[in-house]
């Protein structure tokens, strides 16, 4: 329930020529997964943006690469709420293969006031469906 | 005076595991191509979109890959106007290395009315820093 | 049977500041595409590549944009063989959401030895599931 | 002496439609001004691959993005090395304009046998050119 699994597919541009995945491509695959269980929960991320304008900015990103993935395999993302701050919001997210933890990664949030380009609280709406998990 | 030399050096985020660097790479280098042609000629491109409410879409784009780019390589992108009508301008591209011919872009662009969402015609400003060129 | 169907999420990521999604994003939907397409005949790309030491590199692309595909669309990327040669592969591409075509592209393949590094004929592994077909 | 800066200027491929650059593209960025770093140290990362056969991974990466940078902003990425210790590299680095601290990363490496596909001592050539130094 609380957490969301994204499976994504390793393309080939995604490789680099030591032979495996590069490390900036899963920057992309835990923003898909963020996405994905936002979606998965009802939040309108297009109507937060354009109607409210609230904006969602990356205010920390850390990540621990522990093994590599290669070409054309598939890996499951999961996703969950670490912790829920009023000012922040940390997703915890962790890929998976074949019950290997390959990658482990935090990333915080902030929302931003799109008009007066400055940080708020996070919304209402985000709250809702956003209460932190014990994880994977 | 007529074309743009803009010097990129391939990265290591831009190879692929065949050990050179992938063909979606140089869409990017085309395009900071193009950016650096219109800021040397005065163009405030920000100005256009945000202001007049002008943007620019790509409508077509051929790419003829030659010879192959390696990491660290560094190249030279050489941009000129290919064909400037009413409703699109065509620019052309060369990549070249140490005299080589490298690739061959064209990229065929279209002015966008961003609040009414249609084609209009390419507006001046546009029109009197991007006459046609023989090119390279 | 002779089109492979293949169905992308359009990212974030994938947006630029206009609000739909960059042109360049596109060429790694092909490439997936194309991918799913010999993936789902049996082709080996691995192996390929690994053991007999042949590559695939994208030779020409041309690629018309039609209409821009936003934030969160899914579309479906079509994508069958147009031309089969000696040495050379074309894949047709098309995209389209809602009966509506977006894109279309065309990107021809050739075989590389990766040791002797020249152009080789197509592979029978390749020749086999690559007969051309209408398209769509 | 002991920091590398490297400027890079921020393209419209790198934004995103809330309209600043997305947080994936500085992962380039930081690599970027590491692989000038080293070549500025004389440092033949082609020969330490290809020859000596040791990769170099990313093992960690940690970023805090303080403020946003628009499109076609120039920004200086500084590098330098952290921490050196027996079996890991950290890089630091921080991106500046005009006097304004935007971006803090850390991002440290490990090396690896390519054919024993397992982590090595950092090499001698490595150690070399990065003694750890105070930062900026």
């Known amino acids: 329930m609380s957490t969301t699994v994204h499976r994504v597919r390793a393309g080939y541009v995604d490789t680099d020529q030591s032979g495996v995945i590069h490390h900036s491509v899963y920057v992309r695959w835990f923003e898909e997964a963020r996405n994905a269980f936002l ?8 109507d937060l943006e354009h109607h409210r304008r609230i904006g969602v900015a990356v205010a920390q990103m850390n990540v621990r690469y522990r093994r590599p993935v ?10 969950w709420v670490g912790q829920l701050k009023n000012a922040s919001l940390r997703f915890d997210h ?22 007066r ?13 956003c209460q932190p998990s014990a994880g994977t």
């Open 39 to 46: 979606r998965e929960r009802g939040l309108n991320f297009v």
């Open 70 to 79: 290669v070409f054309d395999q598939e890996v499951d993302v999961h996703v």
């Open 94 to 115: 962790m890929i998976e293969s074949e019950g290997m933890r390959l990658t482990e990664a935090e990333v915080t949030l902030a929302c931003i006031d799109l008009d």
């Open 117 to 129: 380009k400055r940080a708020i609280r996070i919304p209402d709406e985000i709250v809702r469906c």
